[in-house]
């Protein structure tokens, strides 16, 4: 084989390799760069206590009557619940009562602060609490006002 033909392979060869390799090779340039963007935090609405638990014919020295009741829920997802509270807001005496006083001192509230520790779903009497008690104190002298009187519970969620 001659020198030229050598030559001249040795050259089509090499600007085939450029051609091919030139083809399936790129470039890039990098770039260092920063930007902003937001992320939401959604909220909460109040959950609330749904008591089910049914109290009548509280009278001195009788027997304490358990509350319990649900939660109504109106977020789209669940929230925890840790403890309900019950208290006694008030006391409505009866129309036509006999004359006397009635207040919250003539009842008792025991284990008013309730555990649930629970995830409660979304909707509407949904999830579950229960525990306290309520009972008509005996204060040992004449409690005629309270007679048909009504207990106006109010419960707290934390």
Known sequence: MSTRSKSRKTA??????????????????????????????????????????????????G?????????TNPNTG???????TASIASVT???GAPSGTCDATDYTLSNAAMTVN??????????SWSGATIAFNNKASNQD??????????YTVS
Do not use: D
Not at 33 to 40: E, F, I, L, R, V
Not at 63 to 68: E, F, I, K, R
Not at 78 to 84: K, L
């Open 12 to 61: 089509v060869a090499t600007l085939a390799l450029l051609l091919v390799g030139g083809g399936i090779a790129y470039g890039y340039w990098t770039a260092g760069g920063s930007g902003t963007g937001t992320a939401a935090t959604g909220t909460t609405s109040s959950v609330t206590v749904v008591q089910s638990s049914t109290v009548t014919g509280l009278a001195p020295g």
């Open 63 to 71: 027997t304490a009557q358990t509350l319990s009741g649900t939660f």
């Open 78 to 84: 669940p929230v925890f619940v840790g403890t309900v």
């Open 93 to 95: 005496k009866a129309g």
């Open 118 to 127: 629970a995830q409660v779903p979304a909707g509407t009497n949904v999830g």
């Open 145 to 154: 006002g309270c007679q048909g009187a009504t207990v106006n519970l109010a």
